[in-house]
């Protein structure tokens, strides 16, 4: 069983940054990939951005530029580093986390979601 607990969300002006962490833990090895994906009151769920199995990344446009997603499989941590955040970024921003698993890869893995606001 995998557990991901996210972290680092809040409240930030807008020009702010913050940096969200997603903790994997449970009998894993090692983070495979990851995404990041908000929701925002009233909308859809949407990507923001993906780090597949090769280290390649991709980025929503309305992020492309301002938000970094990495990973740190020494800590089995992944992380979205956003900067230049505007009020419409407000939303609940989950981490979506593939592992592996001793010889598996188990897909799929949701975070609790975490708060970030944008205000002034």
């Known amino acids: 069983q995998v557990q991901l607990v996210e972290s680092g969300g809040g409240l930030v002006q807008p020009g702010g940054s913050l940096r969200l962490s997603c903790v994997a833990s449970g009998s894993i090895f090692s983070i495979y990939a990851m995404s990041w994906y908000r929701q925002a009151p009233g909308k859809q769920r949407e990507l923001v951005a993906a780090l597949n199995s090769g280290g390649g990344t991709n980025y929503a446009d309305f992020v492309k530029g301002r938000f970094t997603i990495a990973t740190d499989n020494a800590k089995n941590t992944g992380y979205l580093q956003m900067n230049s955040l505007k009020p419409e970024d407000t939303a609940v921003y989950y981490c979506?986390?593939?592992?592996?698993?001793?010889?598996?890869?188990?897909?799929?893995?949701w975070g609790q979601g975490i708060q970030v606001t944008v205000s002034s």
């Open positions: 979506v986390v593939a592992v592996r698993t001793g010889s598996a890869i188990q897909f799929n893995n």
